[in-house]
Structures are given as C-alpha cells and as structure tokens.
C-alpha cells in the first residue's frame, strides 16, 4: 500500500535480527511469508557499488 515501509541498519546483524523477529512482515503488514532474499543481496553488495558509483 502506498506510504507502507520498513527501516532497517545496514548491518548484517540488524538485518538478521528483524528477520528472525519477523519485523519486515509486521511492519508492512503483509501475510504468510516475506521472500528476503533481495534484502540480503542488497546488503552483501552494499560496499561494492552505491548510486551507481564505482
């Protein structure tokens, strides 16, 4: 729904902690199951490129 988001730290032990707490779902209010995996992928590549910099 418009306006809906989630905050999370760039940190992989801030991004694991919301999963596990199940936040992301609870925050967006969504049911069932929320596929995370673009997050992590994010986060993993956080460092490599940002902004379309080098």
């Not at 991004?15 to 596990?20: H, N, T």
Request: aromatic residues 6%.
């Amino acid at each position: 729904m418009p306006g809906r988001g989630a905050w999370v730290h760039e940190t992989a032990k801030c991004v694991d902690a919301a999963i596990r707490r199940r936040a992301f779902v609870r925050a967006l209010r969504v049911s069932g199951p929320l596929d995370t995996q673009t997050i992590e992928k994010r986060l993993n590549g956080y460092g490599n490129k940002v902004n379309g910099s080098k």
